[in-house]
Nanobody, 117 residues
């Protein structure tokens, strides 16, 4: 069974940067979108950024201008560069991939990001 493995989370001071990585345990064919979601304590999981197979990207208003999503759909890898981090960016960040052929969803196990002084 294909697994998504995230890395790069940690503790960072406000204004700092982190880069999250996500890779599939084996190549996933027919990827439609690769995304990052996050979930803060007591909150619902929310979309942070998405990268589509036609190179479109979208960002939540909360991170626009600070975060950058990139990746390689052929290699089933996706990254999230997070700059100018704020305490409200704290949460568990999840990698997500969806295929267009069968509508299969893949989720990572999550990586903790804590922004605190």
């Amino acid at each position: 069974q294909v697994q998504l493995v995230e890395s790069g989370g940690g503790l960072v001071q406000p204004g700092g940067s982190l880069r999250l990585s996500c890779a599939a345990s084996e190549s996933i064919s027919s990827i439609y979108v690769m995304s990052w979601y996050r979930q803060a304590p007591g909150q619902q999981r929310e979309l942070v950024a998405g990268l589509y197979n036609d190179d479109r990207v979208n960002y939540s208003d909360a991170v626009k201008g600070r975060f950058t999503i990139s990746g390689d759909i052929i290699k089933s890898t996706v990254y999230l560069q997070m700059n100018s981090l704020k305490p409200e960016d704290t949460g568990v960040y999840y990698c997500y991939m969806r295929t267009w052929k069968y509508g299969t969803d893949y989720w990572g196990q999550g990586t903790q990001v804590t922004v605190s002084s």
